[in-house]
């Protein structure tokens, strides 16, 4: 292992880039010319569209056009698809309502874009806003996830009359309903997962070009060539090599860039029939509080089934997830296959089953945030567990102890299908509670009663599945002075690509890490490309760009024996170079490389360069799993809570930068500890006015809200499902933080008798239980 080899703390090649303003945003990307777009939104969360009168708007000075759903359709442009062909309970498929790129007749949520305005600057087209003209006869609105389905709640959608999407369902449940007729003790928790809203640091953005054949879209997002593929098969319908897409840097996404939004579009369509570049910036409360995709808001009916011992028998689930107005791309399999598949966690349960029922409401659409499900399926089971700890008086850690999937059951089947192939549970357990000093948290707790303090203490165990079932190809070059370039797929959000894929190639290469460039985010420059989400940037990524380098030192050993006059068995690579065994004689990588450009060294049936390509389709999931402890102080005064020690215990597998990996644990953390205190997005139950429209309302956690926090690493439980052993982190923060902290507070208030409280758990509801006991 060399200075850059994997396993090394390797400080991040594109920070020095990034920190010193060098860094190449998409508000960056200067283009003579471009004419700004401004949307105009709906104030109205239902409401149909009675007119629509631009013509003032468009005499306006400065404005070049101002388009709506008219437009739209007569340029014969499509809708945005959702990519799930979800199957319901009785084997039919989901409702699949079309989503406009306009509003078309009526508006479903505050926010949804209703013209598009472009203009010489951005003032003419906030101005020309001003003097459109629409009247609206506004709708009733239903926003509430429980009441959506409910009779008295107003259709969205004719197709949907009772606002149900997809009545949806996984497990046993005949197994199941068995093991409760059985059960000792039945334990039951109505659970709220809170509607998140993301907030990137960098707002969505895009630039739209037409040169007369070719689209070309810069954006923000976490992958281009899916964008590129349904700009052209579902919007424009238009052959794929008609459309370049380019990604930037990106500063933070989280799940939400993902996707394909209307504004991708438009700003093509302006572009074309202007001819001229158009380009969109989008303003934080203005645009992304009430068009991006939000995350979560899930509310649950849950069952745990347990003997007289306090072994698990069975878990039974009923989730009503809310979709949104809209079904946005990957929608429907975020609260389904995602989240039921984790229900089950690190536990030996004989059936589990679950209900989903997910439902449309006037709010913007719902679709993957960091976890996408994983994080849903953990803070139910693991506030289930809590529960059936205090309801048993068995205790946070016996009665995980007692239920554990052992090491010596592994490979265990789940009864959602899934196969661990490792997993030490009980010894990463241990770890954590050692660094968390668990047995002097009783102390700390008497010192801080005397101070008028509550403190607790709570426990989270999480797992979940990455890495599988999707591809990525890369390729890697080496030019004739020895650089090495490397293309792929998979997209940077500020994760730490460019170093971490890097690292893996000088590794296995022999060089260093600056001889390594990573190219990423163009469909011109990279063939193909799924992106980055669900934790596989290194496990599916990083094994590709393995393969490839593996594939070129091949490559390179057959060069080298013509060069040598040797037979291909004699080479040896080494060291960066390639040798004949057993002797002095010697070339170079860059040597090699220049080699392979000389047609009198050209193998036969071998193509010209150092390069190779590969494809790797993991058939096999990883399982990444970790113990998360959290402790808390509340002032019982206000209701206050303080985060006042974090303890991560985590298995990643092969652990390529521990520095990279220790950036993702902090940021996850940081995130679930603001989706279990501060963070709620909020819509008027009346009107479907968002109340939590800006950073004065909708809380964000600031850095005195996140503790130091201490990661341990449990690096004995290598992954069998992966070619370099890695399992995937990106998101392991997110999953366990807000069950650990939720379980924590819940401790300490135990001695008013509450037993339960919905997150976030805000100094004022905190205030309120302890004052109504």
């Known amino acids: 292992m060399g200075q850059f080899g994997i396993g090394q703390g390797v400080r991040r090649v594109e920070d020095l880039r990034l920190l010193t303003g060098a860094g190449r945003y998409t508000d960056d990307i200067q283009i003579t010319d471009a004419a700004p777009a401004y949307f105009l ?40 698809a959702c990519l799930i062909p979800l199957k319901q309970t009785d084997g039919t498929p989901l409702v699949t309502p079309p989503r406009p790129l306009l509003a078309d007749g009526i508006v479903r949520h505050v926010g949804e874009a209703v013209a598009m305005i472009v203009a010489e600057t951005v003032d003419a087209a906030h101005d020309a806003a001003e003097l459109i003209e629409i009247d609206y006869e506004e709708l009733p609105a239903v926003v509430d996830t429980t009441m959506a389905s409910t009779a008295q709640s107003p259709p969205l959608w004719q197709e949907a009359p009772d606002n149900i999407c997809f009545r949806w369902q996984r497990g046993d449940r005949g197994k199941t309903d068995a093991a409760f007729e059985r059960a000792a003790r039945v334990v039951k928790q109505r659970l709220v997962n809170n509607r998140i809203i993301v907030n990137p640091l960098e707002p969505r953005a895009a630039i739209g070009q037409w040169d007369g ?92 089934a347990l ?62 945030y960091r976890g996408a499900g994983r994080p849903e399926a953990a803070y139910l ?44 549970f009980a010894h990463t357990l241990d770890i954590a509670l050692d660094q968390a000093d668990w ?77 390594v460039r990573v190219v990423q985010g163009d469909t011109d420059l990279i063939a193909t490309g799924n992106g980055t989400g669900g934790s596989r940037g290194l496990p599916v990524g990083g094994v590709v760009c393995a393969q490839a380098t593996d594939a070129v030192i091949e490559k390179g050993r057959r060069f080298a024996a013509e060069v040598l006059e040797t037979a291909v068995a004699d080479i040896r690579f080494d060291n960066g170079g390639f040798e004949v065994i057993g002797t002095d004689r010697r070339l170079t990588l860059a ?16 193509t010209p360069g150092l390069s190779a390509s590969e494809t ?67 819509y008027d139950q009346h009107n479907g006015q968002l ?44 999953v366990g933080a807000p069950p650990a902290v939720v379980n924590a507070v819940l401790d300490a208030v135990s001695d008013y008798g509450i037993a339960h409280l919905d997150m976030p758990l805000s100094a004022e509801r905190i205030w309120r239980a302890l004052h109504r006991r």
């Not at 003032?56 to 340029?75: D, F, K, M, S």
């Not at 693991?382 to 999937?405: C, H, P, S, W």
């Not at 392979?596 to 193998?603: G, K, Q, T, V």
Request: hydrophobic share 40%; proline share 5%.
């Open 439 to 515: 047995k002097g948290f009783f102390g700390r707790r008497e010192a801080a009663r005397v101070n008028g303090r509550l403190r607790g203490i709570g426990i989270a165990y999480y797992i979940e599945a990455c890495g599988g079932m999707v591809s990525e190809s890369a390729e890697v070059r080496v030019d004739r002075d020895g650089r090495i370039e490397v293309l792929i797929g998979s997209q940077s959000n500020g994760q730490g690509h460019e170093t971490a894929l890097a690292q893996i190639v000088a590794d296995r290469l022999g060089v260093s890490i600056d001889r």
């Open 591 to 606: 040597e090699v490389a220049g080699a392979a450009l000389d047609p009198r060294y050209l193998p036969q049936d071998e």
């Open 307 to 368: 003997d007289a011992d306090g072994h698990f028998l069975a878990l039974r689930v009923r989730t009503v997830a809310n979709l949104g107005a809209y079904l946005s791309n990957f929608a429907p399999y975020i609260p389904t296959d995602l989240y039921a598949m984790m229900l089950p966690g690190v536990y030996n349960f004989s059936a589990v089953h679950a209900e989903v029922t997910g439902v449309f409401t006037n709010t913007a659409p719902v679709d993957a």
């Open 616 to 682: 790797f389709n993991p058939n096999l999931r990883t399982y990444p799993n970790g113990c998360h402890v959290c402790e808390v102080e509340i002032d019982p005064e206000t209701g206050a809570t303080q985060v006042m020690h974090y303890t991560v215990a985590d298995d990643f597998g092969t652990v390529v930068n521990p520095l990279l990996l220790a950036g993702q644990i902090h940021g996850g953390v940081a995130q679930g500890i603001g989706q279990a205190l501060l963070e709620r997005c909020v």
């Open 691 to 734: 109340l939590t429209g800006s950073l004065m309302d909708y809380g964000l956690p600031r850095a005195d809200d996140v503790p130091p926090i201490d990661l341990v690493l449990n690096e004995d439980v290598p992954c069998k499902n992966n070619p370099l052993g890695i399992k995937g982190a990106g998101e392991a923060g997110a």
């Open 381 to 424: 089971l693991e506030r289930m567990v809590d529960a059936a700890a205090r309801e048993t008086g068995l205790g946070q850690v016996e009665i995980r102890k007692r239920n554990f999937i052992s090491a010596e059951m592994m490979p265990y089947r789940t009864p959602m299908k899934l196969e661990y192939d490792v997993g030490a």
């Open 41 to 80: 939104r709906s104030h109205h969360a239902h409401a149909r569209i009675r007119s629509l009168e631009c013509t003032a708007a468009r005499a306006a000075p400065g404005v070049l056009a101002v388009y709506t759903a008219e437009n739209v359709r007569a340029a014969g442009l499509g809708t945005i």
């Open 213 to 304: 054949e070719r689209f070309t879209l810069h954006t923000p997002s976490q992958g281009p060539h899916m964008l590129r593929d349904q700009l052209a098969d579902d919007i424009f319908k238009l052959p794929k090599d008609r459309f370049r897409v380019v990604t930037p840097d990106v500063g933070g996404s989280f799940g939400m860039k993902i996707f394909l939004y209307p504004e991708h579009a438009l700003v093509l369509f302006a572009a074309r029939a202007l001819n001229r570049a158009v380009r969109w910036n989008g303003e934080r409360s203005a645009d992304d509080f009430v068009s991006d995709t939000q995350g979560r808001d899930h509310v649950s009916e849950a069952e745990l």
